[in-house]
C-alpha cells in the first residue's frame, strides 16, 4: 500500500522510478507466497475446486486484465460458439490462463512484442482450448519436464528469466482436478502451444446424456 501511495504521488523521477520498482518487488513477493500456498494445498490435497458452468470468454478477459498496461503484449480469442462454455472452477480457471500467459510472457523473443492467440473447440464432452505464443520455444529435451515443479527451460544464458519455476506445475495440477489434461508442442525459435482438455458439460449431466 506504501509503495502504491508512492508511486502516485511522487513528482520526482527518480524517486517515482524507485517507488516503482519497490512495488513490483513487492507485487513479485505477493505472487510468490501465493504460488507457495497453492502449491502446498496441492500437495496435501486440500486444494478444493467448485466446479460450475460457466462462460469462458469473460474470465480470459479478466485474466488478461493483468498485462492491460504492457505495451509489449497482445492477445486474440477464437472462442467457438458451441464451445464457449465449461464446467470449471472459476478462480482455477482464471489462474491457469494466467498463468500461461505469464508464460508466454516470459519466454517472448527479446525485443519483441509478446502474441498470443487463445482457441476452443468442442470435443466430445470436453472444451478443448488452445493457447499459442510465437516466442522463443521449448526444446524438445525439455519437453517431458516443463509441467515439473521448480522446472525452468533455460535458453540463453545473457538473458535473465525469472520465475519460481512452479506456475506450469499448479497449471497441471489445476487441470488434473477438473478431470482433463494439459499438453504442450513446441518449435524452437518459433512459439509454443499448451492445450487444455475440460469438462464442457457438469458431470450428472454427462453421465446423463450417456444413459
Known amino acids: 500500500m506504501a509503495a502504491e501511495c508512492l508511486v502516485k504521488t511522487v513528482q520526482d523521477p527518480e524517486s517515482k522510478e524507485t517507488a516503482a520498482e519497490l512495488l513490483e518487488s513487492a507485487d513479485e513477493m505477493k505472487d510468490m507466497i501465493s504460488r507457495w500456498l497453492d502449491v502446498a494445498k496441492l500437495q496435501t490435497g486440500s486444494y478444493e475446486i467448485h466446479p460450475e458452468f460457466c462462460l469462458i470468454k469473460p474470465m480470459i478477459r479478466k485474466a488478461l486484465k493483468h498485462f492491460s498496461g504492457f505495451k509489449d503484449f497482445e492477445c486474440s480469442l477464437e472462442i467457438s460458439p458451441d464451445a464457449a462454455a465449461a464446467n470449471v472452477d472459476k478462480q482455477a480457471f482464471m489462474q491457469i490462463i494466467q498463468n500461461l500467459l505469464s508464460n508466454a510472457y516470459k519466454y517472448r523473443k527479446e525485443g519483441s512484442v509478446c502474441r498470443v492467440k487463445i482457441q476452443t473447440r468442442k470435443l466430445g464432452d470436453f472444451l478443448e482450448l488452445m493457447v499459442e505464443d510465437d516466442g522463443i520455444g521449448v526444446p524438445e529435451s525439455a519437453l517431458d519436464k516443463i509441467f515439473d515443479r521448480f522446472y525452468q527451460v533455460r535458453m540463453d544464458s545473457a538473458r535473465k528469466i ?50
Open 162 to 211: 525469472g520465475g519460481t519455476g512452479l506456475g506450469l506445475y499448479i497449471t497441471k495440477e489445476l487441470v488434473l482436478l477438473h478431470k482433463g489434461k494439459v499438453t504442450v508442442a513446441s518449435t524452437l525459435g518459433e512459439g509454443t502451444v499448451f492445450t487444455l482438455e475440460l469438462p464442457a458439460l457438469p458431470t450428472e449431466t454427462a453421465n446423463e446424456e450417456e444413459e
